[in-house]
């Protein structure tokens, strides 16, 4: 099982692909229905069953999944379980955040590398996870901002 969840609009698809690819190129099992969910499986079992395994919750934060009944119920389920839920801001605002959220730090990829790193080291700590997987995390973050096309 995964130990990481993209949690996403599939007009974002493009971006939680990306995150995907760096986080499991650093060895994170990452869950992104896109990739993840095979033919014929049933994808709300295999969704929500992901979702339980997982530790950290990515969420791309976006006008698009904000609006998505499907990634509220995914973010429900998340905040029920007490996940770690890290918002990574697409074309939104961490003041644009709906309220079931807004109270989660998040990573803006606009902004200056040093701010994302404070912002990481940050997240890192308040997990509280063993080192090696937070500098695991955070390499995969910054190797998916490094990589990022400017958008």
Excluded at 52 to 62: D, G, I, M, N, Y
Aim: with cysteine.
């Amino acid at each position: 099982m995964a130990t990481a969840f993209i949690s996403y609009s599939s007009q974002d698809e493009a971006v939680a692909k990306q995150l995907h690819a760096a986080l499991s190129h650093a060895g994170i099992p990452a869950f992104l229905a896109a990739i993840s969910i095979e033919p014929g499986e049933k994808w709300t079992e295999e969704i929500f069953g992901n979702l339980r395994e997982a530790t950290w919750v990515f969420f791309l934060a976006s006008r698009h999944s904000c609006a998505s009944p499907s990634v509220q119920q995914e973010l429900g389920a998340s905040l029920v379980q007490k996940k770690v839920i890290i918002p990574v801001l697409l074309d939104i605002t961490a003041e644009e955040l709906p309220g079931w959220v807004d109270r989660h730090q998040a990573i803006d990829p606009k902004k200056a590398p040093e701010v994302i790193h404070e912002t990481i080291d940050s997240i890192a700590e308040k997990i509280k996870v063993d080192k090696f997987w937070a500098g695991v995390i955070i390499g995969a973050i910054v190797l998916w901002l490094v990589i990022s096309p400017g958008e």
